[in-house]
């Protein structure tokens, strides 16, 4: 006759639970070695003589663990390949970072490491700024880098999930002009490509002397004033040659001033603007 439910006491069960077999066993599956016991469930219910049961292989479950995070990260890198690939194609720059491959990654050997790395360190800070944001401004002559280290940036910042949005100034206000008398777009639905974005990057930044273009003077200002209340970061490059004391921090001069205007510069000051020089790097 079998022993009815829980036909043995508390005390007998952790007692059982504290005296395991010292025999091991061989799993069937991978011939690992086990010495894993459980205490049999139908002993403690009565409907058992045996005690104990073979526990779970060691090995088996390490193996399945290792499938289980190998396919959890594969979908990991999937998902991250898809949202890279997103972002990089509303980034404005998706033809030109193509190029940027693996191998063609910048390196500590190069000379632009420092500054990739001061960026993207500044580009990550996630804490609050109680003295405003921080904005760029790379400038060099051609063939100082100023492109190969805008593409590292943005690929890096891509692949990290960060929203990212390429401008090119004389293409923009392009646009802009274009859209006055386009049935298609407005000047507003231009503005709108801002939006989404973490972080801009303004290239050939200055390429007009602002302020002897009205309009493009006011909507400098407009875009810069969006941009610093929105907490945006700005990467800008240019051609143009700025000065920067020790820190890097930009120098107010007369020809900076005739060239942008008060109002622009006074957004230029206000967001910290670090100047990266690739025509006379201090660190080299």
């Known amino acids: 006759m079998k022993k009815a439910f829980n036909a043995i006491s508390r005390d007998e069960y952790n007692q059982l639970n504290k005296n395991f077999p010292d025999e091991e066993w061989v799993c069937k599956t991978c011939r690992y070695i086990n010495n894993t016991w459980l205490v049999n469930t139908g002993y403690v ?26 396919k959890e990260d594969e979908l990991i890198m999937v998902n991250q390949k898809l949202k890279s690939e997103k972002l990089l194609a509303e980034s404005g720059l998706a033809e030109r970072i193509i190029r940027v491959n693996s191998d063609k990654m910048i390196t500590p050997e190069n000379k632009s490491y420092i500054w990739y790395k001061r960026i993207m360190s500044e580009i990550e800070e996630v804490r609050d700024r109680p003295e405003g944001n921080r904005w760029f401004y790379i400038y060099g002559q051609n063939s100082t880098g100023k492109t190969y280290l805008m593409e590292n940036t943005v690929k890096r910042l891509v692949y990290k999930g960060i929203p990212v949005l390429y401008i090119n100034e004389n293409r923009f206000f392009d646009k802009i002009k274009d859209s006055w008398e386009s049935k298609e777009i407005r000047e507003s639905d231009i503005y709108k490509m801002f939006e989404k974005a973490n972080v801009i990057f303004w290239d050939e930044f200055m390429f007009y002397n602002y302020t002897k273009a009205e309009w493009k003077y006011e909507r400098l200002y407009k875009i810069l004033d969006y941009l610093t209340e929105s907490n945006k970061t700005v990467v800008f490059c240019s051609n143009v040659r700025v000065e920067h004391d020790k820190y890097f921090a930009l120098v107010e001069t007369k020809e900076l001033m005739n060239r942008v205007g008060l109002r622009p510069l006074s957004r230029l000051k206000r967001n910290n603007l670090f100047v990266v020089n690739l025509d006379n790097d201090p660190f080299f």
């Not at 219910?45 to 190998?70: L, P």
């Open 45 to 70: 219910c009565g409907s058992s003589d045996i005690k104990y049961k073979k526990g779970f292989c060691k090995n088996c479950r390490d193996i399945q663990a290792r499938e289980a995070k190998e």
